[in-house]
């Protein structure tokens, strides 16, 4: 494995540190959004582009399109977020 490979973190780890996923504009690009991810102490640990998650996972508009975003980013963990 290369240095530059991102690993994740196990579904059952990523559910015990994330305490919310939001979506939020970009403080860098207002006509852009992000889907921030926080810890349970409200840390924030890192973001997904919000038109990547929405192209692959292409969301119902219903709140099992909500549940579909969320199980896609806590498959996506990295666990450099553990060293935060």
């Known amino acids: ?9 196990p ?9 919310a996923i939001q979506e939020e504009e970009d403080v860098d690009d ?14 924030e640990l890192c973001w997904f582009d919000f038109n990547e998650v929405v192209q692959d996972v ?12 969320t199980n896609y980013i806590l498959h996506r963990i990295p666990e450099w977020v553990l060293d935060l």
């Open 1 to 9: 494995m290369s240095n530059d490979e991102v690993r994740f973190l």
């Open 11 to 19: 579904f059952e780890e990523a559910v015990n540190v994330v305490g």
């Open 58 to 69: 292409k969301p119902t508009k219903d709140d099992k399109g909500r549940e579909q975003v």
């Open 30 to 43: 207002p006509n852009h959004r992000i889907f921030t991810v926080y810890s349970k102490e409200d840390r």
